[in-house]
Protein backbone atom coordinates (compact mmCIF):
# COMPACT_ATOMS: atom_id res chain seq x y z
CA UNK A 1 0.00 0.00 0.00
CA UNK A 2 1.01 3.80 -0.98
CA UNK A 3 0.08 6.60 1.14
CA UNK A 4 -1.86 8.99 -0.90
CA UNK A 5 0.12 11.92 -2.15
CA UNK A 6 -1.08 15.25 -1.05
CA UNK A 7 -0.73 16.92 -5.08
CA UNK A 8 -3.21 13.77 -6.18
CA UNK A 9 -4.88 14.82 -9.07
CA UNK A 10 -8.15 14.04 -7.31
CA UNK A 11 -7.62 16.71 -4.66
CA UNK A 12 -8.58 20.65 -5.62
CA UNK A 13 -6.69 23.37 -4.02
CA UNK A 14 -9.89 24.33 -2.13
CA UNK A 15 -10.05 22.97 1.53
CA UNK A 16 -12.73 20.21 1.71
CA UNK A 17 -14.42 22.91 4.32
CA UNK A 18 -14.69 25.71 1.31
CA UNK A 19 -15.39 23.16 -1.41
CA UNK A 20 -18.68 22.14 0.61
CA UNK A 21 -20.02 25.45 1.80
CA UNK A 22 -23.76 25.30 1.43
CA UNK A 23 -25.36 27.28 -1.11
CA UNK A 24 -29.22 27.07 -0.17
CA UNK A 25 -31.13 26.62 3.06
CA UNK A 26 -31.54 22.62 2.10
CA UNK A 27 -28.08 22.34 2.11
CA UNK A 28 -27.48 23.58 5.37
CA UNK A 29 -26.75 21.91 8.50
CA UNK A 30 -27.97 22.80 12.02
CA UNK A 31 -29.64 25.56 13.90
CA UNK A 32 -32.90 24.05 13.46
CA UNK A 33 -34.14 26.38 16.07
CA UNK A 34 -34.00 29.10 13.76
CA UNK A 35 -34.31 27.40 10.05
CA UNK A 36 -37.06 24.75 10.44
CA UNK A 37 -40.33 25.31 9.10
CA UNK A 38 -42.37 27.94 10.52
CA UNK A 39 -39.08 29.01 12.47
CA UNK A 40 -38.70 32.84 12.82
CA UNK A 41 -35.48 33.21 11.01
CA UNK A 42 -36.96 30.73 7.91
CA UNK A 43 -40.00 32.98 7.65
CA UNK A 44 -37.99 36.18 7.08
CA UNK A 45 -36.14 34.74 4.85
CA UNK A 46 -38.89 33.23 2.94
CA UNK A 47 -40.47 36.40 3.30
CA UNK A 48 -37.71 38.48 2.37
CA UNK A 49 -38.63 40.75 5.35
CA UNK A 50 -34.59 40.53 6.65
CA UNK A 51 -33.50 43.41 8.52
CA UNK A 52 -29.98 43.92 10.14
CA UNK A 53 -29.26 41.22 12.65
CA UNK A 54 -26.77 39.90 14.70
CA UNK A 55 -25.50 35.97 14.73
CA UNK A 56 -23.90 34.94 17.83
CA UNK A 57 -22.34 31.66 18.38
CA UNK A 58 -19.13 29.38 18.56
CA UNK A 59 -17.12 28.99 15.51
CA UNK A 60 -17.57 26.78 12.80
CA UNK A 61 -21.25 26.89 13.41
CA UNK A 62 -22.33 28.45 9.93
CA UNK A 63 -22.50 32.24 10.63
CA UNK A 64 -20.61 33.25 6.93
CA UNK A 65 -22.45 30.81 5.19
CA UNK A 66 -25.73 31.63 6.09
CA UNK A 67 -25.37 35.32 5.26
CA UNK A 68 -23.96 34.59 1.83
CA UNK A 69 -27.18 32.19 1.54
CA UNK A 70 -29.60 34.88 2.26
CA UNK A 71 -27.62 37.53 0.76
CA UNK A 72 -28.43 34.97 -2.52
CA UNK A 73 -31.91 34.13 -1.91
CA UNK A 74 -32.82 37.61 -1.14
CA UNK A 75 -31.23 39.27 -4.31
CA UNK A 76 -29.09 41.04 -2.46
CA UNK A 77 -25.99 42.86 -3.13
CA UNK A 78 -23.07 40.88 -0.66
CA UNK A 79 -20.61 43.34 0.57
CA UNK A 80 -18.45 41.09 3.41
CA UNK A 81 -15.95 43.27 5.44
CA UNK A 82 -13.47 42.59 8.09
CA UNK A 83 -12.40 44.95 10.93
CA UNK A 84 -8.65 43.96 10.44
CA UNK A 85 -8.71 45.28 7.01
CA UNK A 86 -11.59 47.95 6.93
CA UNK A 87 -11.26 51.51 8.24
CA UNK A 88 -13.60 54.45 8.64
CA UNK A 89 -12.53 55.19 5.10
CA UNK A 90 -13.54 52.06 3.52
CA UNK A 91 -16.74 51.64 5.56
CA UNK A 92 -17.64 55.31 4.10
CA UNK A 93 -16.81 54.65 0.78
CA UNK A 94 -18.93 50.77 0.82
CA UNK A 95 -21.91 52.86 2.47
CA UNK A 96 -21.48 55.59 -0.44
CA UNK A 97 -22.18 52.94 -2.92
CA UNK A 98 -24.18 51.05 -0.56
CA UNK A 99 -27.23 54.79 -0.70
CA UNK A 100 -26.50 54.89 -4.60
CA UNK A 101 -27.74 51.14 -4.83
CA UNK A 102 -30.57 51.76 -2.77
CA UNK A 103 -31.71 54.75 -4.62
CA UNK A 104 -32.03 52.43 -7.68
CA UNK A 105 -33.49 49.79 -5.74
CA UNK A 106 -30.88 47.34 -4.95
CA UNK A 107 -30.30 46.05 -1.38
CA UNK A 108 -26.93 45.74 0.15
CA UNK A 109 -25.73 42.90 2.81
CA UNK A 110 -23.02 44.20 4.05
CA UNK A 111 -21.86 41.10 6.15
CA UNK A 112 -19.09 42.34 9.45
CA UNK A 113 -16.91 38.61 10.39
CA UNK A 114 -16.44 39.04 13.69
CA UNK A 115 -18.03 42.41 14.53
CA UNK A 116 -17.20 42.24 17.99
CA UNK A 117 -13.41 43.53 16.69
CA UNK A 118 -15.06 46.63 15.17
CA UNK A 119 -14.02 49.44 17.12
CA UNK A 120 -16.17 51.90 18.51
CA UNK A 121 -16.11 54.22 15.13
CA UNK A 122 -16.00 51.95 12.37
CA UNK A 123 -19.43 50.60 14.75
CA UNK A 124 -20.86 54.09 14.72
CA UNK A 125 -19.64 54.33 11.22
CA UNK A 126 -22.56 52.01 10.32
CA UNK A 127 -25.40 53.24 12.54
CA UNK A 128 -26.85 55.89 10.12
CA UNK A 129 -26.71 53.70 7.52
CA UNK A 130 -28.76 51.22 9.65
CA UNK A 131 -31.34 53.75 10.27
CA UNK A 132 -31.93 54.46 6.73
CA UNK A 133 -31.90 51.15 5.57
CA UNK A 134 -29.26 52.21 2.77
CA UNK A 135 -28.04 48.78 3.99
CA UNK A 136 -28.76 45.27 6.28
CA UNK A 137 -26.35 44.51 8.68
CA UNK A 138 -25.68 40.76 9.26
CA UNK A 139 -22.31 40.75 12.45
CA UNK A 140 -21.06 37.52 13.20
CA UNK A 141 -19.67 37.30 16.64
CA UNK A 142 -18.38 34.73 18.77
CA UNK A 143 -18.70 36.84 22.20
CA UNK A 144 -21.53 38.32 23.94
CA UNK A 145 -23.06 40.83 21.72
CA UNK A 146 -24.52 42.88 24.85
CA UNK A 147 -20.45 43.17 25.89
CA UNK A 148 -18.95 43.93 22.83
CA UNK A 149 -21.30 45.80 20.36
CA UNK A 150 -22.23 49.44 20.66
CA UNK A 151 -25.91 49.73 22.35
CA UNK A 152 -26.66 51.90 19.78
CA UNK A 153 -26.19 49.73 16.86
CA UNK A 154 -27.54 46.86 18.80
CA UNK A 155 -30.60 48.19 19.47
CA UNK A 156 -31.25 48.32 15.77
CA UNK A 157 -30.42 44.59 15.31
CA UNK A 158 -32.10 41.29 15.86
CA UNK A 159 -30.13 39.26 18.12
CA UNK A 160 -30.06 34.91 16.82
CA UNK A 161 -27.97 32.57 18.70
CA UNK A 162 -26.54 29.53 16.73
CA UNK A 163 -26.15 26.77 18.48
CA UNK A 164 -23.10 24.42 18.30
CA UNK A 165 -23.68 21.66 16.11
CA UNK A 166 -24.98 17.89 17.14
CA UNK A 167 -22.99 15.03 16.47
CA UNK A 168 -25.48 13.44 14.56
CA UNK A 169 -25.68 16.75 11.99
CA UNK A 170 -21.89 16.88 12.05
CA UNK A 171 -21.98 12.64 11.03
CA UNK A 172 -24.34 13.40 8.33
CA UNK A 173 -21.85 16.50 6.95
CA UNK A 174 -19.06 14.06 6.83
CA UNK A 175 -20.88 11.46 5.31
CA UNK A 176 -21.81 14.14 2.16
CA UNK A 177 -18.40 14.90 2.57
CA UNK A 178 -17.51 11.27 1.64
CA UNK A 179 -19.83 10.44 -1.15
CA UNK A 180 -20.54 14.78 -3.45
CA UNK A 181 -18.33 15.26 -5.99
CA UNK A 182 -17.43 18.62 -4.34
CA UNK A 183 -16.08 16.62 -1.66
CA UNK A 184 -14.55 13.39 -1.70
CA UNK A 185 -17.28 11.16 -3.97
CA UNK A 186 -14.74 11.29 -6.83
CA UNK A 187 -12.41 9.08 -4.40
CA UNK A 188 -12.77 5.35 -2.92
CA UNK A 189 -12.52 5.64 0.36
CA UNK A 190 -12.59 2.68 3.19
CA UNK A 191 -13.36 4.65 6.94
CA UNK A 192 -15.71 3.27 9.51
CA UNK A 193 -18.78 4.40 10.86
CA UNK A 194 -16.94 4.45 14.11
CA UNK A 195 -14.43 6.94 12.72
CA UNK A 196 -17.29 9.51 11.34
CA UNK A 197 -18.79 8.81 14.95
CA UNK A 198 -15.13 9.57 16.65
CA UNK A 199 -14.82 12.71 14.62
CA UNK A 200 -17.92 14.38 15.38
CA UNK A 201 -17.43 14.01 18.68
CA UNK A 202 -13.74 15.53 18.80
CA UNK A 203 -15.58 18.55 16.88
CA UNK A 204 -16.90 19.99 19.45
CA UNK A 205 -19.87 20.86 17.47
CA UNK A 206 -17.66 22.78 14.64
CA UNK A 207 -18.39 21.99 11.41
CA UNK A 208 -14.90 23.40 9.67
CA UNK A 209 -12.63 21.05 12.38
CA UNK A 210 -14.33 18.30 11.54
CA UNK A 211 -14.34 18.54 7.51
CA UNK A 212 -10.65 19.72 8.03
CA UNK A 213 -10.18 16.43 10.21
CA UNK A 214 -11.70 14.21 7.60
CA UNK A 215 -9.48 15.53 4.71
CA UNK A 216 -6.59 15.62 6.88
CA UNK A 217 -7.50 11.82 7.37
CA UNK A 218 -7.55 10.81 4.24
CA UNK A 219 -4.84 12.48 3.46
CA UNK A 220 -2.55 10.75 5.55
CA UNK A 221 -4.23 7.89 5.18
CA UNK A 222 -2.99 4.33 2.63
CA UNK A 223 -3.74 3.76 -0.81
CA UNK A 224 -3.93 -0.05 -1.74
CA UNK A 225 -2.95 -0.97 -5.02
CA UNK A 226 -6.41 -1.16 -6.79
CA UNK A 227 -6.84 2.78 -5.41
CA UNK A 228 -8.81 2.27 -2.93
CA UNK A 229 -8.04 4.44 0.37
CA UNK A 230 -8.03 3.06 3.50
CA UNK A 231 -8.44 5.30 7.05
CA UNK A 232 -7.18 3.29 9.90
CA UNK A 233 -7.35 3.94 13.80
CA UNK A 234 -3.45 4.65 13.90
CA UNK A 235 -3.84 7.56 11.35
CA UNK A 236 -7.26 8.73 12.63
CA UNK A 237 -5.72 9.32 16.41
CA UNK A 238 -2.83 11.00 15.06
CA UNK A 239 -5.14 13.77 13.04
CA UNK A 240 -6.94 13.77 16.38
CA UNK A 241 -3.98 14.37 19.18
CA UNK A 242 -4.47 18.14 20.10
CA UNK A 243 -8.27 18.09 20.66
CA UNK A 244 -9.46 22.01 19.92
CA UNK A 245 -12.55 22.18 22.08
CA UNK A 246 -14.63 25.57 22.25
CA UNK A 247 -12.51 27.59 24.65
CA UNK A 248 -11.19 30.98 24.57
CA UNK A 249 -9.09 32.09 27.80
CA UNK A 250 -10.26 35.83 27.57
CA UNK A 251 -13.64 35.07 25.90
CA UNK A 252 -17.22 34.28 27.40
CA UNK A 253 -16.65 30.37 27.45
CA UNK A 254 -13.97 31.45 30.16
CA UNK A 255 -16.58 32.37 32.18
CA UNK A 256 -18.97 30.19 31.51
CA UNK A 257 -16.63 27.22 32.33
CA UNK A 258 -15.41 28.97 35.43
CA UNK A 259 -18.75 29.83 36.67
CA UNK A 260 -20.12 26.13 36.12
CA UNK A 261 -16.91 24.78 38.36
CA UNK A 262 -17.68 27.60 41.05
CA UNK A 263 -21.08 26.69 41.19
CA UNK A 264 -21.04 22.52 41.13
CA UNK A 265 -18.90 23.38 43.90
CA UNK A 266 -21.64 25.42 45.76
CA UNK A 267 -23.75 23.00 44.97
CA UNK A 268 -21.78 19.94 46.47
CA UNK A 269 -21.28 17.91 43.45
CA UNK A 270 -17.81 16.64 43.07
CA UNK A 271 -18.77 14.79 39.54
CA UNK A 272 -19.70 17.54 38.12
CA UNK A 273 -16.62 20.39 39.51
CA UNK A 274 -14.00 17.80 38.27
CA UNK A 275 -15.76 17.56 34.92
CA UNK A 276 -15.85 21.42 34.67
CA UNK A 277 -12.23 21.81 36.08
CA UNK A 278 -10.75 19.07 33.34
CA UNK A 279 -12.39 20.84 30.73
CA UNK A 280 -10.54 24.20 31.71
CA UNK A 281 -7.34 22.04 31.41
CA UNK A 282 -8.07 20.46 28.48
CA UNK A 283 -8.81 24.07 27.07
CA UNK A 284 -5.37 25.51 27.85
CA UNK A 285 -6.47 27.47 30.95
CA UNK A 286 -3.53 28.07 32.96
CA UNK A 287 -3.68 26.21 36.43
CA UNK A 288 -2.70 29.26 38.84
CA UNK A 289 -5.78 31.06 37.63
CA UNK A 290 -7.90 28.26 38.56
CA UNK A 291 -6.25 27.38 41.56
CA UNK A 292 -6.89 31.69 42.80
CA UNK A 293 -10.26 31.04 42.13
CA UNK A 294 -10.50 27.92 44.27
CA UNK A 295 -8.58 29.94 47.12
CA UNK A 296 -11.57 32.50 47.01
CA UNK A 297 -13.86 29.63 46.93
CA UNK A 298 -12.50 28.48 50.21
CA UNK A 299 -13.64 32.10 52.07
CA UNK A 300 -16.61 32.88 49.80
CA UNK A 301 -18.86 29.65 49.87
CA UNK A 302 -16.83 27.31 52.86
CA UNK A 303 -15.95 29.88 55.26
CA UNK A 304 -16.01 29.09 58.84
CA UNK A 305 -18.24 26.10 58.05
CA UNK A 306 -14.81 24.55 57.88
CA UNK A 307 -11.49 27.11 58.12
CA UNK A 308 -9.29 24.74 57.30
CA UNK A 309 -10.77 24.74 53.38
CA UNK A 310 -8.46 27.98 52.28
CA UNK A 311 -5.69 26.12 54.09
CA UNK A 312 -6.33 23.14 51.58
CA UNK A 313 -6.71 25.87 49.11
CA UNK A 314 -3.43 28.02 49.15
CA UNK A 315 -1.57 24.42 49.37
CA UNK A 316 -2.92 23.75 46.61
CA UNK A 317 -2.16 26.68 45.07
CA UNK A 318 1.52 26.39 46.02
CA UNK A 319 1.46 22.99 44.70
CA UNK A 320 0.49 24.10 40.97
CA UNK A 321 3.26 26.59 41.56
CA UNK A 322 6.03 24.45 42.31
CA UNK A 323 4.82 21.32 39.34
CA UNK A 324 2.68 23.42 36.59
CA UNK A 325 0.85 21.38 34.16
CA UNK A 326 0.66 18.08 33.56
CA UNK A 327 1.19 16.99 37.00
CA UNK A 328 -0.60 19.48 39.27
CA UNK A 329 -4.48 18.59 37.69
CA UNK A 330 -4.58 15.96 40.54
CA UNK A 331 -3.40 18.88 42.94
CA UNK A 332 -6.30 20.80 41.88
CA UNK A 333 -8.55 17.84 41.98
CA UNK A 334 -8.14 17.63 45.63
CA UNK A 335 -9.02 20.92 46.15
CA UNK A 336 -12.13 21.03 44.03
CA UNK A 337 -13.07 17.48 45.83
CA UNK A 338 -12.53 19.38 49.24
CA UNK A 339 -14.08 22.76 48.78
CA UNK A 340 -17.37 20.23 46.62
CA UNK A 341 -17.86 18.41 49.85
CA UNK A 342 -17.07 20.42 52.49
CA UNK A 343 -20.06 22.06 54.65
CA UNK A 344 -21.04 25.49 52.93
CA UNK A 345 -21.16 29.22 54.55
CA UNK A 346 -21.30 32.20 52.74
CA UNK A 347 -21.67 34.14 56.28
CA UNK A 348 -17.92 36.22 55.79
CA UNK A 349 -19.28 36.96 51.98
CA UNK A 350 -22.43 38.27 53.36
CA UNK A 351 -20.30 40.22 56.49
CA UNK A 352 -18.14 41.29 54.04
CA UNK A 353 -20.86 42.91 51.79
CA UNK A 354 -22.67 44.32 54.34
CA UNK A 355 -20.05 46.00 55.71
CA UNK A 356 -18.35 47.57 52.36
CA UNK A 357 -21.80 49.42 51.87
CA UNK A 358 -21.22 50.55 55.13
CA UNK A 359 -18.35 52.01 54.86
CA UNK A 360 -19.30 53.35 51.53
CA UNK A 361 -22.67 54.97 52.32
CA UNK A 362 -22.13 56.41 55.69
CA UNK A 363 -20.03 59.00 57.15
CA UNK A 364 -16.17 58.66 57.80
CA UNK A 365 -16.97 57.86 61.84
CA UNK A 366 -14.04 58.81 64.14
CA UNK A 367 -12.19 55.91 65.67
CA UNK A 368 -13.45 55.83 69.12
CA UNK A 369 -11.04 57.42 71.95
CA UNK A 370 -10.46 53.54 73.84
CA UNK A 371 -9.06 52.15 70.78
CA UNK A 372 -7.07 54.72 69.82
CA UNK A 373 -3.24 54.91 69.85
CA UNK A 374 -1.58 56.69 71.91
CA UNK A 375 2.70 56.86 71.49
CA UNK A 376 2.50 60.65 72.89
CA UNK A 377 1.84 62.75 76.29
CA UNK A 378 -0.02 64.92 74.50
CA UNK A 379 -2.09 62.17 72.70
CA UNK A 380 -2.76 60.90 76.40
CA UNK A 381 -3.84 64.46 77.21
CA UNK A 382 -6.23 64.42 74.57
CA UNK A 383 -7.96 61.16 76.03
CA UNK A 384 -6.50 58.62 73.21
CA UNK A 385 -6.33 55.17 74.57
CA UNK A 386 -8.77 56.41 77.94
CA UNK A 387 -10.92 53.90 78.90
CA UNK A 388 -9.00 50.91 77.10
CA UNK A 389 -9.53 47.87 78.52
CA UNK A 390 -6.54 44.77 78.19
CA UNK A 391 -8.85 41.64 77.45
CA UNK A 392 -6.08 39.29 78.74
CA UNK A 393 -6.27 40.83 81.90
CA UNK A 394 -9.87 40.33 83.22
CA UNK A 395 -10.65 36.70 83.84
CA UNK A 396 -12.95 35.70 81.22
CA UNK A 397 -10.70 37.50 78.56
CA UNK A 398 -13.00 39.83 77.71
CA UNK A 399 -14.17 43.46 78.00
CA UNK A 400 -17.66 45.55 77.68
CA UNK A 401 -15.25 47.72 75.83
CA UNK A 402 -17.21 49.33 72.47
CA UNK A 403 -15.47 49.07 69.37
CA UNK A 404 -17.64 50.32 66.81
CA UNK A 405 -18.22 53.79 66.45
CA UNK A 406 -21.37 55.59 68.13
CA UNK A 407 -23.23 55.46 65.03
CA UNK A 408 -23.13 51.77 64.62
CA UNK A 409 -23.18 50.32 68.15
CA UNK A 410 -25.36 47.35 67.71
CA UNK A 411 -24.28 46.80 63.63
CA UNK A 412 -23.95 43.13 63.49
CA UNK A 413 -21.80 42.08 60.00
CA UNK A 414 -20.85 38.26 60.43
CA UNK A 415 -24.06 36.18 61.31
CA UNK A 416 -22.64 32.55 61.62
CA UNK A 417 -24.97 29.90 60.43
CA UNK A 418 -24.93 26.06 61.70
CA UNK A 419 -22.75 24.64 59.17
CA UNK A 420 -19.98 22.17 59.97
CA UNK A 421 -17.78 24.07 62.08
CA UNK A 422 -19.21 27.47 62.65
CA UNK A 423 -21.83 26.19 64.89
CA UNK A 424 -19.40 26.08 67.17
CA UNK A 425 -18.63 29.69 66.73
CA UNK A 426 -22.09 30.84 66.64
CA UNK A 427 -22.60 29.29 70.20
CA UNK A 428 -19.27 31.28 71.20
CA UNK A 429 -20.06 34.33 69.72
CA UNK A 430 -23.84 34.31 71.06
CA UNK A 431 -22.09 33.56 74.37
CA UNK A 432 -20.38 36.57 74.13
CA UNK A 433 -22.73 38.61 72.91
CA UNK A 434 -24.98 37.69 76.08
CA UNK A 435 -22.21 38.36 78.58
CA UNK A 436 -21.45 42.03 77.04
CA UNK A 437 -25.24 42.85 77.41
CA UNK A 438 -25.04 41.89 81.15
CA UNK A 439 -25.35 44.63 83.92
CA UNK A 440 -26.33 47.18 81.15
CA UNK A 441 -29.58 47.74 81.06
Known sequence: MEQLSLFDDRKTSAPLASRLRPETLEEYAGQKHLLGRGKILRQLIDKDQISSMIFWGPPGVGKTTLA?????????SFVEFSAVTSGIKEIKEVMAQAEQNRQMGIRTLLFADEIHRFN????????????KGSIILIGATTEN????????????????????????????????????PKGLGMMEISIDSSHLDAIARFSNG??????????????????????KIHVSDEVLSQCMNRRSLLYDKNGEEHYNLISALHKSMRNSDPDAAVYWLCRMLDGGEDPLYIARRLVRFASEDVGMAQPQALQTAVAV???????????????????????????????????????????KELPAEPVPFQIRNAPTGLMKDLDYGRGYVYAHDTMEKLSKMKCLPASLEDRRYYLPTEEG?????????EQILAWKKEDLS
Open 317 to 359: YQACHFLGMPECDVHLTHAVVCLSMAPKSNALYIACESCKKDV
Open 206 to 227: DARTALNTLEMAVLNAEMDRSG
Open 120 to 131: KAQQDAFLPYVE
Open 421 to 429: QEKEVKERL
Open 68 to 76: RIIARQTQA
Open 145 to 180: PSFEINSALLSRCRVFVLKSLEEGDLKELLSHALTS
